[in-house]
């Protein structure tokens, strides 16, 4: 839990100094400050839908070095998309998050080195600037089964099952509210949260296994309080880094021991098509285990990401409303008064400028006197004397 409270600290830091992005594409004026803000002011109306797909591979070969190893590879795939709806006060959005990956040591049989299937949807109205009143609900499970390769039954020789589709899944419906300014930042505080954990795998259906009661139990029922966060920064041009953070209390079993999980993806992308990227996994269920799962990847490989958000800003509803008759006075007062400043220093430099014209006219008749002084001849009585 120590290690679990000082990323919570540590990402509480990034969340407080920190900028927030501020992609809607609306012209932001002077004069607007004074105007009533239009609904999802800092969301692009209608549906915004981004991707990324990756296809990650990493392989160590050796042939006669001296030092040792073991050849291996392994593979991953990852995808990661958002359907978001914005319309008026209302959103609408959903994620879908699937990981898998397989990994082969020299002399072992492939194992899974990730298992991810991720589902949210949450649907929110927009109560105050940037809150909302918010239902949301959420899947999460993986796709194969899973194994201790350190537990080996000595008879069969298979190793101990711990997971497998649906064991555990956990279903959770939420009700609260969520602070959304842009795409790339939300706060989510639920007070209302049911969720159910279930394990359809007959060999997982212990007393003690994942919170069960009972032998035979195949899932168990928690209600309590989320809350959760998500914030993705762009430290670089081509590198971004991606938070999501959850903390779930049960209020019918021992509130004080929560559930805590941590996820930060950084990507660097090389290319439109080239990239790695490196993940983070923080997990800590006392209904599992009580230590703090820690899960690490690092991977090089192919990328596609696309969004739609730069066709979304062309949309008329996205464009910048056309001036009110109050801000086309305003303007033209503006401009008038600058167009009478204009004309006093014209007037002033006119001025001026006749002052100048009076001055060199003086020069002039002086010059020309002086000049006449010249011409003037001595007597020649005076020179003879």
Same mark, same amino acid.
């Given at each position: 839990?120590?290690?679990?409270?000082?990323?919570?600290?540590?990402?509480?830091?990034?969340?407080?100094?920190?900028?927030?992005?501020?992609?809607?594409?609306?012209?932001?004026?002077?004069?607007?400050?004074?105007?009533?803000?239009?609904?999802?002011?800092?969301?692009?109306?209608?549906?915004?839908?981004?991707?990324?797909?990756?296809?990650?591979?990493?392989?160590?070969?050796?042939?006669?070095?001296?030092?040792?190893?073991?050849?291996?590879?392994?593979?991953?795939?990852?995808?990661?998309?958002?359907?978001?709806?914005?319309?008026?006060?209302?959103?609408?959005?959903?994620?879908?998050?699937?990981?898998?990956?397989?990994?082969?040591?020299?002399?072992?049989?492939?194992?899974?080195?990730?298992?991810?299937?991720?589902?949210?949807?949450?649907?929110?109205?927009?109560?105050?600037?940037?809150?909302?009143?918010?239902?949301?609900?959420?899947?999460?499970?993986?796709?194969?089964?899973?194994?201790?390769?350190?537990?080996?039954?000595?008879?069969?020789?298979?190793?101990?099952?711990?997971?497998?589709?649906?064991?555990?899944?956990?279903?959770?419906?939420?009700?609260?509210?969520?602070?959304?300014?842009?795409?790339?930042?939300?706060?989510?505080?639920? +007070?209302?949260?049911?969720?159910?954990?279930?394990?359809?795998?007959?060999?997982?259906?212990?007393?003690?296994?994942?919170?069960?009661?009972?032998?035979?139990?195949?899932?168990?029922?928690?209600?309590?309080?989320?809350?959760?966060?998500?914030?993705?920064?762009?430290?670089?041009?081509?590198?971004?880094?991606?938070?999501?953070?959850?903390?779930?209390?049960?209020?019918?079993?021992?509130?004080?021991?929560?559930?805590?999980?941590?996820?930060?993806?950084?990507?660097?992308?090389?290319?439109?098509?080239?990239?790695?990227?490196?993940?983070?996994?923080?997990?800590?269920?006392?209904?599992?285990?009580?230590?703090?799962?820690?899960?690490?990847?690092?991977?090089?490989?192919?990328?596609?990401?696309?969004?739609?958000?730069?066709?979304?800003?062309?949309?008329?509803?996205?464009?910048? +409303? +056309? +001036?009110?008759?109050?801000?086309?006075?305003?303007?033209?007062?503006?401009?008038?008064?600058?167009?009478?400043?204009?004309?006093?220093?014209?007037?002033?430099?006119?001025?001026?400028?006749?002052?100048?014209?009076?001055?060199?006219?003086?020069?002039?008749?002086?010059?020309?006197?002086?000049?006449?002084?010249?011409?003037?001849?001595?007597?020649?009585?005076?020179?003879?004397?």
């Amino acid at each position: 839990m120590k290690k679990i409270g000082l990323f919570l600290i540590l990402f509480g830091f990034t969340l407080t100094y920190s900028q927030t992005v501020d992609d809607s594409g609306n012209l932001q004026t002077t004069s607007r400050q004074y105007l009533k803000a239009k609904p999802n002011a800092d969301r692009l109306q209608g549906w915004y839908i981004s991707g990324a797909n990756s296809l990650q591979f990493n392989q160590a070969a050796f042939s006669n070095w001296i030092a040792g190893g073991v050849n291996s590879y392994s593979l991953t795939a990852n995808v990661d998309y958002e359907f978001n709806l914005t319309a008026g006060r209302h959103i609408w959005d959903n994620r879908v998050l699937l990981n898998y990956g397989v990994l082969r040591n020299e002399g072992e049989e492939y194992r899974k080195s990730n298992d991810v299937i991720d589902l949210t949807s949450s649907y929110g109205y927009e109560f105050i600037r940037h809150f909302y009143f918010a239902a949301s609900a959420n899947f999460k499970t993986q796709f194969t089964e899973g194994f201790d390769y350190a537990v080996q039954d000595s008879i069969t020789g298979d190793y101990k099952k711990i997971s497998n589709f649906m064991a555990p899944g956990y279903l959770s419906f939420g009700l609260g509210i969520d602070y959304k300014p842009n795409e790339n930042l939300q706060v989510n505080f639920h +007070p209302f949260t049911s969720r159910f954990t279930f394990v359809q795998d007959k060999d997982l259906q212990t007393a003690g296994s994942f919170g069960l009661k009972e032998d035979g139990d195949n899932y168990l029922y928690e209600f309590g309080a989320f809350l959760g966060a998500r914030y993705k920064i762009n430290i670089w041009d081509n590198i971004s880094y991606d938070n999501r953070l959850g903390i779930y209390s049960n209020y019918l079993n021992s509130p004080f021991n929560m559930d805590v999980a941590y996820q930060g993806v950084l990507d660097l992308k090389v290319n439109n098509f080239i990239s790695a990227q490196a993940t983070l996994n923080l997990f800590y269920d006392e209904d599992q285990i009580q230590r703090t799962q820690v899960k690490q990847t690092l991977g090089v490989g192919l990328s596609y990401n696309f969004n739609n958000a730069e066709k979304l800003k062309l949309k008329e509803i996205n464009l910048p +409303p +056309p +001036p009110t008759l109050e801000e086309l006075n305003e303007a033209l007062m503006e401009a008038q008064k600058a167009a009478d400043a204009a004309t006093l220093k014209l007037q002033e430099a006119q001025e001026k400028v006749e002052e100048a014209t009076q001055e060199v006219d003086k020069t002039q008749e002086v010059l020309e006197d002086l000049n006449e002084q010249k011409e003037v001849t001595v007597p020649e009585e005076i020179i003879n004397d």
